[in-house]
């Protein structure tokens, strides 16, 4: 059998630790790229330097941006007592997609799963509570929570671990809700097409 380039296994073993990319898929993307011009893989290679150098994470809510801050939570027109918890910031490019949203959010980093040695120190769920508590300080009218994790038994986990922090706020004027049956169980809000999760967001309950 031959033996590929050192540089070549090296690219593919790299790829393969991306999420969703197998083996196969990894190969198929590397001799890709061997095909293509030098300046298109410098291009990739210049984004992905420039993603690190350049992306930071936003101090309030814990999502993407250039700045300290991103540009929802510096939105004055936005309503700073509705807080969409999510997973992932690319589940706030979702629900943003789909628009009507006027409230703001917080991203937790991922979800509660002991299979791989996540827990809830790990994720920024001490930070929505103190969030909601500055909030409180801020103005005594009702804030919502919503709980916008994916329809997961992780994510079910999670929201609910969430809801008994949230419900430790003794005589604060709170409301938990979660999203609306439109996402099926064990689907992703990323991949959900923008009926459906504005189906969603519209048909949250309180829980």
């Not at 690219?11 to 991306?18: G, K, M, P």
């Not at 991103?70 to 918890?85: A, F, G, T």
């Amino acid at each position: 059998m031959a033996e590929l380039p050192k540089s070549i296994n090296n690219l593919i073993s790299a790829f393969e630790r991306l999420p969703g990319i197998g083996p196969k898929s990894a190969s198929r993307l590397v001799f890709y790229l061997i095909n293509t011009p030098e300046s298109y893989v410098s291009e990739i290679a210049r984004s992905l330097l420039a993603i690190k150098k350049e992306v930071k994470i936003c101090k309030e809510c814990f999502s993407v941006c250039e700045g300290e801050i991103c540009s929802i939570c510096e939105d004055s027109q936005r309503n700073k007592k509705i807080i969409c918890v999510v997973e992932r910031a690319i589940d706030v490019v979702a629900i943003e997609n789909i628009g009507g949203f006027k409230g703001v959010y917080h991203v937790l980093g991922g979800v509660v799963n002991p299979l791989e040695h996540i827990g809830p120190d790990d994720l920024k769920i001490d930070e929505l509570i103190k969030r909601v508590n500055n909030q409180f300080l801020i103005s005594n009218d009702q804030i919502e929570v919503i709980l916008a994790t994916n329809p997961t038994m992780e994510g079910e986990a999670t929201a609910l671990y969430i809801k008994k922090k949230l419900e430790n706020l003794q005589g604060k004027n709170l409301k938990i809700s979660r999203i609306g049956s439109g996402l099926p169980m064990g689907a992703d809000l990323e991949y959900a097409d923008q009926a459906t999760l504005s189906r969603a967001m519209d048909g949250r309950r309180e829980i």
